[in-house]
């Protein structure tokens, strides 16, 4: 995050009073395999584990994991693509969990997405106008010339200009980068309150990865727009997002703002997603944390840190017993371990762990 993005994120924290738009409060979600449900010795996959954060108003708000890790089914519980096995979610302090009819129209005309791949999110028999005015057909905004002008807004703001000259094309007839444009224009032209991205660039190279970030910034600019930005990339969130909270196996992990996350890192999975990042010469050693061990050790119980196997620095007894809880390292900086300092390894009593 930059100096003008943590100034803004200030700023905006004062405007808000510290409410916030999206809040998840102990939310679980549990996949079962076929297996499971043929009552079998098929698994239950817990995405979601007891997460609980808030995003706040005009903020981008980065949730950053591996694949797997849970972060793109948050974003779907967020947006009602499915619901979760317990928990609650709330926008403007109101729970969605028994939305129905009009009052569940109306929320989806507040939260949109923008889903990964620009290739299989856009109907290719639909030319682009057909595409981005959908949500306004749906919601019976705008008739002729003043539909067109609100599409045309829409696709200006996303770089798509002059609008004219995408409107009667296909989806075929579009790079990829211009494909996640219109994707983008389509959830931004019923004017939400609330965005997930779903890794919006991981199917694009980087110069136009660079484009799609400054688009969605300046939409958070122009439009006050609350943003979740779902990535795998630290590198990512740290370039866009005013806090970072990171995941792992569907628990949240630790939850800051994006620089001192990135600068000042407390939890051992983010210190080893850190040094996954690549590295050239003359920055220093490839490894600055080496938090990740190389091979799995095995877990004790189900009860400890779900990180325990994956992790140097572990205690195994007390790692391997308990799950630590989310406690509070700085201000506004909390991370789920019992050893948050940097280079500690915590071997019982006193000897390095193996």
Known sequence: MTGGSAFFW????KESNGQPVVELEKVSKIYKTKAAFLRSSGKEVVALNQVSLKIMRGEIFGLVGESGSGKTTAGRLIVKL??????RIYLDNKEIGDLKGKTLKDYRRKV???FQDPYQSLNPQRSIY????????IYGIGKGDAKRDLVSRAMESTGLSPPGDFLYRYPHQLSGGQRQRVAIARAMVLNPEFIVADEPTSMLDASISAQIFNILLDVRKKHRITLLFITHSLAAARYLC???GVIYRGNLMEIGPAERVIHHPKHPYTQALLDALPRFKDQGEAKRYGTLRKTERESIGHSGCVFFSRCKRAHRVKCSRESPALRETSPSHSAACFYQEQGVEAGPEGEECS
Do not use: F, Y
């Open 242 to 244: 005013d806090r970072i």
């Open 112 to 114: 949109q997405m923008i």
């Open 10 to 13: 200030i700023e905006h924290m």
């Open 130 to 137: 057909d595409t981005v005015s959908e949500p306004l057909v």
């Open 82 to 87: 499915e619901k979760p096995e317990s928990g």
